[in-house]
């Protein structure tokens, strides 16, 4: 059984069940769902085709953006979501490979900082390639006005719950 007989299979069963659930909205979501998994997969496998992780490209992509190419572990951790024990391990990997180097915070004797390394934005802006190569190939399913279209509603929806997730929790209800 394929992806969408899978997913026809699930709703066919809840309309079975639930004959008033509306499962074509069921549909739509499985289908995103899956098609962003299978997209995270193909974007992972091109990031390690150069030797590296998601979470690793994402260092090396703050770094990138960040002021002198450099950073506190500290504001690391929070943008890529990580708690600081699992940033000083991805650190502590992308120090091996010459890719960043902790140096002292002249401003903050107990601090360090991390600094992007000339191989470190050599294997950022690899990656970066890799990775906007293997987000075409996954649109190349689409035609031109199709992935327009895909955009604008894809903008639409972000939009309108990107709005709802900035107002406060007692004005939601």
Not at 11 to 17: E, G, H, L, V
Not at 22 to 41: E, I, P, Q, S, Y
Not at 65 to 85: E, F, I, N, V, Y
């Amino acid at each position: 059984m394929d992806e969408r007989e899978r997913i026809d299979a699930g709703t066919a069963s809840w309309a079975q069940i639930v004959p008033d659930l509306d499962v074509v909205t069921m549909r739509t979501a499985l289908l995103f769902a899956r098609v962003t998994a299978l997209g995270h997969k193909h974007v992972e496998a091109a990031f390690a085709e150069v030797g590296l992780s998601a979470g690793e490209f994402d260092v090396l992509a703050s770094l990138m953006h960040a002021p002198d190419r450099t950073s506190k572990p500290s504001t690391l951790a929070r943008s890529g979501m990580l708690s600081p024990a699992g940033m000083t391990h991805r650190l502590d990997l992308l120090e091996r490979t010459g890719f960043v180097e902790r140096r002292p915070d002249p401003d903050d004797r107990r601090s360090t900082l991390v600094v992007l390394t000339e191989a470190g934005e050599a294997k950022a802006i690899e990656a970066a390639r890799a990775h906007v190569a293997a987000e075409a190939e996954l649109f190349d399913a689409l035609g031109p006005s199709d992935r327009a279209d895909l955009r604008r509603l894809l903008e639409t929806m972000l939009d309108t719950y990107a709005a709802v997730a900035a107002e406060p929790a007692d004005l939601q209800n």
